[in-house]
C-alpha cells in the first residue's frame, strides 16, 4: 500500500490549503484514515482522522478551522486547511490504519506516506 500526499505549499496567515492523500490498493475503504503532522523541532502530532464509516474526530488545536474528508471512489482522503496560523506550519503526513479503531495514536497506524510541507508565514 502507498500513500501520497500532495497540496502543501507556502501560504499567508489567514489563507487556505486543501491536501490530498492517494491511497493505493482496493482496500482503501476499509481503512480508518489519518493526518498527523511535525513542526520543526517538535514531535509528530494527531491532526484528524475519519473513520471508515464517515465520522470524525480532530485535535483540539485545530478543530473548527481543518476538515478531513473521504472519496472513496478515488481512494483519496482530504485536509481542508481554513483559517490557517503560523503555528501550523509542518510537515503533514496521511496514515491508513488497517484495523479501524477510531485512533489518534501513530502506532496504530499501519502505512504512511512521506508528507507534504505547509508553511504558514505571518
Known amino acids: 500500500v502507498q500513500l501520497q500526499a500532495s497540496g502543501g505549499g507556502l501560504v499567508q496567515a489567514g489563507d487556505s490549503l486543501r491536501l490530498a492523500c492517494a491511497v493505493s490498493?482496493?482496500?482503501?475503504?476499509?481503512?480508518?484514515m489519518g493526518w498527523f503532522r511535525q513542526a520543526p523541532g517538535k514531535e509528530r502530532e494527531f491532526v484528524a482522522v475519519?473513520?471508515?464509516?464517515?465520522?470524525?474526530n480532530y485535535a483540539d488545536s485545530v478543530n473548527g478551522r481543518l476538515t478531513i474528508s473521504r472519496d472513496n471512489a478515488k481512494n483519496t482522503v482530504y485536509l481542508q486547511m481554513n483559517s490557517l496560523k503560523p503555528e501550523d506550519t509542518a510537515i503533514y503526513f496521511c496514515?491508513?490504519?488497517?484495523?479501524?479503531?477510531?485512533?489518534?495514536?501513530?502506532?496504530?497506524?499501519?502505512?504512511w506516506g512521506r508528507g507534504t510541507l505547509v508553511t504558514v508565514s505571518s
Open positions: 496514515a491508513a490504519d488497517r484495523r479501524p479503531g477510531f485512533s489518534t495514536t501513530e502506532r496504530s497506524y499501519d502505512y
Open positions: 490498493g482496493r482496500a482503501f475503504s476499509s481503512y480508518d
Open positions: 475519519i473513520s471508515r464509516g464517515g465520522s470524525t
